[in-house]
């Protein structure tokens, strides 16, 4: 049977169920909210939304990867591009641009072209180290590992903290080699 | 501090423009979202209604903003005063931008005065969940009762608000009742309005 070609982010995005982005900001403010009144620490919060990023990329590649029709990518630089292209856009309705590419092509930036979560906040002074949108790096990076890519993503712009971009840096650490029994069916 | 460009221009939060909130996001990008939020606050208590009450705190400050948001964007600035004018906004308007349809129902309890109930017939919240059985009556619509009474709270009309299920006869899924009941203060002052 011929490969399905892989379906544009537009494409799926358009024909999913969507929400008012509003009901989604404001739900993560409020949980933003409530682990900076539980851990009082900054550090805990961004701990603590890596780690709820990272559950929801365990469970969301399975979604992306059943209505994408994305096969394995052949190198980073592909996955980068699938992440900003269709990932981003099939569950946020955002792309992004991939960027700054080291010489190995293990490490890139996104530049967020638009960023959902932050609508309607300001950083106060009390929480100048928190990285607000930190459950998005773990959303990478737990869906990433299900793929058999170890990565470490981090933040290296943030427009809540005075810089004029969101830059999200995605750094292949490893790639995991399957192990028998493989789980492929091709 | 030096910044440039755009920042420059919308350093503060309040000077930014209003946007016109017709931007989505993938209903899966909540989903995955609001399960987080339930699965946290089950690590954060020990008993349902404290879980409850923990989901109906969130949706709180999600109702107060909503309101402040929705009486600038809609109405012009303006906030309704009465009873049924608020509880129409609810029904009726904030429904429509949170879950973009009008609330199934919106009714008078029949033996409290200071009762009213919206009721849906799949809120939002609820479609993706299953109550484990020893969850009892937990109702994750808790949240949303919580939105409601941001709302109602901020615009000057305190209210105890609580969500139930409501089994519905030929449906599999029960429907969602959100239960309001007024502060005695308000239908004092109620009475007194012409």
Known sequence: MAPVAP????????????????????????????????????DEVNKQLDQMGYNIGIRLIDEFLAKSNVSRCVDFKETAEVI?????????????????????GTTCSLILEDNPLVDFV?????????????????VVRGALEMVS?????????????????????????????????????? | MISVGKIKQYSNVLERPLSKGKQE?????????????????????????????????AGYAVGARILELLCHREKGNRR??????????????VWKVLFGK?????????????????????????????????MGAFNCGAFVAGIVRGVLENAGFPAVVTAHFVPVEGQHRPRTTILIKFAEEVLRREATLV
Not at chain 1, 90 to 100: H, S
Not at chain 1, 174 to 183: A, D, L, N, R, S
Request: net charge negative; hydrophobic share 40%; proline share 2%.
């Open chain 1, 7 to 42: 379906r544009s982010g537009d494409a799926i995005f358009a024909n999913v169920e969507r929400v008012n982005a509003e009901l989604f900001t404001l739900t993560y403010g409020a949980i933003v909210r409530q682990l900076l009144t539980d851990l009082e620490e900054v």
């Open chain 1, 84 to 104: 900003a292209k269709v990932g981003l856009k099939m569950f946020l309705g955002i792309t992004a641009t991939v960027t700054n590419w080291d010489v190995e």
């Open chain 1, 122 to 138: 300001e950083l106060p002074d009390t929480c100048q180290g928190l990285y607000y949108c930190n459950i998005l790096s773990g």
């Open chain 1, 149 to 186: 890519m170890k990565t470490e993503v981090t933040w290296l712009r943030d427009m809540l903290r005075g810089d004029d971009a969101f830059e999200l840096q995605l750094k292949l650490l490893k790639q995991v080699p399957e192990e028998y029994p493989y789980k492929d069916d091709e």
């Open chain 2, 25 to 57: 996001v993938s209903l899966s990008a909540f989903a995955f979202l609001f399960s987080e939020l339930v699965q946290y606050n089950q690590t954060q208590v020990d008993n349902i209604t404290e879980l409850e009450r923990r989901l109906e705190d």
């Open chain 2, 80 to 93: 309704e005063t009465r009873l049924l004018g608020i509880l129409s906004f609810v029904h009726s308007t």
């Open chain 2, 102 to 134: 009008v609330a199934d129902s919106l009714e008078k309890g029949t033996e409290h005065e200071d009762e009213y109930m919206i009721s849906e017939k799949e809120l939002l919240v609820n479609r993706f969940i299953s109550i484990p059985k020893d």
